[in-house]
């Protein structure tokens, strides 16, 4: 079992180094599954209760050093308290006034296929600095696994809330931006070790707009439900293994986490051949992780009894955005909208922000052909 002597105050707020850290010592968070929590997380009544509920290990860990780095001025710039509006209409999209992320943020690689091959000369998560790694995420090794779980918790130096890490495997292997089993499940797992309800973490393929081709995730705090948490969903599967959410901003592909262990393994691994699938074909796609409603609700309601993981399969774009109120990658199409200036943030609209985000969605006739693909996956699976 982890206890909070695995990772103390002294030992995860460290100075930085600017040079190579390769080689230095990295402080471990291990946890056990008895830390993952499922159901008992719920948005509570009145809003500003998120400042002083409780905190998990993982949140009074993850929060010190991140906050730690703000103060070393490690990020490309200081993030403020965001102006925030849930825009009028019906679907409940959250927008965020975030200028300096859309002006100082990394420029994406030149990169041309959903598939392409690492490439150590581009910029990767081997050459950041020491002081952007708060920790290693690592489970229990009494825990049996299927290969090497542990994960890199990084600062993100653009960030678009508090607390934006990147989750990122071993960095030496030169992994792609493809997900894989084990990155996948470090997120689902990290969502679970937090108890605040609007933690959340995602992942952009090649072509979906992730900006850089070096294996990672993306982890957040929101302090805002997103339409997504619950949406209401119909089954493609008889079993109950694939819903299809119907809903605006954008529908999607939603699996479910119920309980931890089983499910979750489960789930990992529908998912990752789901996601294999699309690149293999060439389709770029977004994942993201929620907790929130079982499949088929379409009320929201103040309790989120597990995790919904929604995937969404969408045009390729590659290369540098301009003139749009935003880009549409995995916080977007789950109603997440960091908004890039002034003048957009105050005119934007709930009609205009679903036309963008709808336009980057597969045509309706591709639409089907990967439902359908994805439908014959799920029904392939062992008994």
């Given amino acids: 079992m982890a206890t909070p002597g695995d990772l103390n105050e002294t030992s995860y707020l460290l100075s930085p180094n600017t040079s190579d850290w390769d080689g230095q010592v990295v402080p471990d968070f291990t946890y056990g ?16 209760a998120l400042d002083t509920q409780l905190q998990s290990r993982f949140d009074a860990a993850l929060c010190a050093a991140w906050a730690q780095r703000v103060e070393l001025g490690l990020f490309r710039y200081r993030l403020g308290e965001l102006r925030t509006q849930i825009l009028p209409g019906t679907v409940g999209l959250v927008a965020q006034l975030n200028v300096e ?10 990169v041309r296929s959903v598939r392409q091959a690492f490439d150590p000369q581009q910029f990767n998560f081997r050459k950041i600095p020491r002081g952007e790694v708060l920790f290693r995420l690592r489970p229990d090794p009494r825990d049996p696994r299927d290969g090497d779980s542990d994960i890199l918790v990084v600062i993100n130096v653009s960030p678009l809330e508090r607390g934006h890490v990147l989750l990122v495997p071993e960095p030496a292997l ?10 996948l499940r470090a997120g689902l797992e990290a ?13 952009n393929s090649l072509g979906g707009l992730a900006s850089v081709n070096h294996l990672h995730l993306h982890g957040y705090y929101l302090d805002h439900r997103l339409p997504v948490e619950w949406a209401p969903s119909v089954p493609l599967d008889p079993k109950g293994r694939l819903h299809l959410l119907r809903t605006l ?12 262990g089983l499910d979750v393994e489960a789930v990992v691994s529908r998912v990752c051949r789901a996601t294999d699938y699309l690149s293999e074909h060439e389709i770029a796609h977004n994942v993201f992780v929620t907790r929130g409603a079982p499949p088929g609700e379409a009320v929201p309601s103040s309790a989120l009894s597990g995790l919904r993981v929604i995937l969404w399969a969408r045009k390729p774009s590659f290369g540098v955005k301009e003139g749009e109120a935003f880009n549409v990658a995995l916080c977007e199409l789950a109603g997440h909208l960091p908004v890039k200036t002034s003048q957009d943030f105050g005119s934007l609209t709930e009609t205009a922000a679903v036309a963008l985000i709808q ?21 392939g699976e062992s008994p």
Avoid: I, K, M, N
């Fill in 249 to 260: 901003p954008a529908p999607g592909f939603l699996f479910y986490v119920g309980r931890p």
């Fill in 174 to 183: 030169g992994l792609p931006q493809r997900l894989l089993p084990g990155a």
């Fill in 191 to 203: 969502v679970l070790l937090s108890l605040h309800p609007g933690f959340r973490v995602g992942f």
């Fill in 359 to 379: 336009d980057c969605l597969l045509p309706p006739a591709q639409t089907q052909e990967v439902q359908a693909a994805l439908v014959a996956l799920v029904a």
């Fill in 33 to 48: 599954q008895e830390e993952l929590v499922v159901e008992g997380v719920q948005w509570p009544q009145v809003p500003s």
């Fill in 101 to 110: 992320r859309g002006v100082q943020r990394r420029r994406p690689q030149d």
